[in-house]
């Protein structure tokens, strides 16, 4: 009897032990101490926070970056089409320009004859309609060359300029040495370029 008295007493001691340790587990001071385990380090979304942050701008710095190289390049494109126009501009003119003097030189011989023609008849002291019909179609020749900017180059009593006159004689006469005095064949410019030089007697 006094064995199972003895008994009763250590099953209620358990019982009393394992309640408080079910109360102490199941505290606030507990929870509060497992809250305080959780967030102990504190440093942790910083940290993360700031990667993130150097992470975008260096994204930022590289899309500037890329942009400016962009930039610089489209600019430079632009630039180089700029001089490309240009440069095929200046060479199509220049294209343009040597057609119509190649076509012009090929024409003048023919004027050239109209105007001996002319000369001769006048000579030898000829008139009526034939003479009257050169001096129209040599009047045509010339206003056709004029309307596309062909014109004869002004050589008599001017200065030897070799870029436009051609010389073939020299001799005594003229006011100044060096001076175009008689025009064996007209010479003609096409704008600024040289169809045909004039052939000329200098004074010497």
Do not use: W
Request: aromatic share 4%; with cysteine.
């Amino acid at each position: 009897m006094a064995k199972n008295h003895t008994e009763d007493k250590e099953e209620i001691k358990n019982e009393h032990s394992t309640a408080e340790a079910e109360e102490s587990t199941s505290s606030p001071e507990a929870a509060d101490t497992s809250a305080d385990s959780e967030n102990s380090n504190p440093q942790e979304p910083s940290e993360a926070e700031g990667t993130e942050a150097e992470k975008k701008d260096s994204e930022l710095e590289s899309a500037l970056s890329q942009v400016a190289g962009l930039s610089d390049k489209l600019m430079r494109t632009a630039a180089e089409f700029d001089n490309y126009k240009k440069r095929t501009a200046r060479e199509k003119d220049e294209y343009y320009k040597n057609a119509v003097c190649d076509t012009i030189a090929q024409l003048l011989p023919v004027l050239d004859n109209l105007e001996r023609a002319v000369s001769a008849a006048e000579n030898a002291g000829e008139t009526g309609s034939v003479l009257d019909g050169i001096k129209m179609v040599q009047k045509q020749f010339c206003d056709a060359l004029t309307s596309i900017g062909v014109e004869a180059i002004d050589a008599m009593g001017k200065e030897f300029d070799p870029e436009r006159h051609n010389a073939v004689m020299t001799g005594e006469g003229g006011d100044k040495e060096n001076t175009v005095i008689e025009e064996f064949q007209k010479g003609y410019l096409y704008k600024d370029k040289v169809i045909r030089h004039s052939m000329v007697k200098v004074s010497n």
